[in-house]
């Protein structure tokens, strides 16, 4: 079974920074994008950034230049780096990758289990 396993949320302060992982592990074929959405409180569901199999990446405007997407395809594994943190940024992270499993004759999405991130002083 295919599943996302997401570390590196906590408390940090106005400006500081924070590094989200997320690794996919079970019977993976292949993995197409890969990419991180927050939940903040009353509000939808949004999209941060995204990675391509072929590292193109995209961004929220909310983010843009704060924020870094990455990935380790041999660790099959995706990361958020994040700069200068405002109490904006307060939410629950999903991870998201596209994959196919080995039992699966096309791509599906695989979400983590979410990780909170608290911007405060």
């Known amino acids: 079974q295919v599943q996302l396993v997401e570390s590196g949320g906590g408390l940090v302060q106005p400006g500081g920074s924070l590094r989200l992982s997320c690794a996919a592990s079970?019977?993976?074929?292949?993995?197409?994008?890969m990419g991180w959405y927050r939940q903040a409180p009353g509000k939808e569901r949004e999209l941060v950034a995204v990675?391509?199999?072929?590292?193109?990446?995209n961004y929220a405007d909310s983010v843009k230049g704060r924020f870094t997407i990455s990935r380790d395809n041999a660790k099959n594994t995706v990361y958020l780096q994040m700069n200068s943190l405002k109490p904006e940024d307060t939410a629950v992270y999903y991870c998201?990758?596209?994959?196919?499993?080995?039992?699966?004759?096309?791509?599906?999405?695989?979400w983590g289990q979410g990780t909170q991130v608290t911007v405060s002083s």
């Open positions: 998201n990758a596209n994959i196919r499993p080995i039992y699966r004759p096309s791509y599906r999405d695989y």
């Open positions: 079970g019977s993976i074929l292949s993995i197409n994008a």
């Open positions: 990675i391509t199999s072929g590292g193109s990446t």
